[in-house]
């Protein structure tokens, strides 16, 4: 099982940027797709991006695509999310994930509130 712990929301202005940090511990050699998703306020929780823990190749969500980015970094264990041109649409909490298998994720973050400002 990974652990996975995330950070980095907070209050920002519509058109502002947030970075945020998913750092990962236990056995992350067994990781190799990890994630963000979202949940805003009476809704169900959505897809944003995801990359391939040991290659290449992210994928994004139609609405945040060519705003947000998603890395890497595996010698901190820890994937960031970069959110720029931030809207209040984006307002929720973000989580991290991770699973071996492509779509099937096990393992989850505690969630991070990001809110923007109109």
């Known amino acids: 099982q990974v652990q996975l712990v995330d950070s980095g929301g907070g209050l920002v202005q519509a058109g502002g940027s947030l970075k945020l940090s998913c750092v990962a511990s236990g056995r992350t050699f067994s990781t190799y797709f990890m994630g963000w998703f979202r949940q805003a306020p009476g809704k169900e929780r959505e897809f944003v991006a995801a990359l391939v823990w040991s290659g290449h190749g992210e994928s994004y969500s139609d609405s945040v695509k060519d705003r947000f980015f998603v890395s890497r970094d595996k010698a901190k264990n820890t994937m960031y999310l970069q959110m720029n041109n931030l809207k209040p649409e984006d307002t929720a909490v973000y989580y991290c994930?991770?699973?071996?298998?492509?779509?099937?994720?096990?393992?989850w973050g505690q969630g991070t509130q990001v809110t923007v400002s109109s």
């Open positions: 994930a991770a699973g071996r298998i492509k779509g099937v994720y096990d393992s």
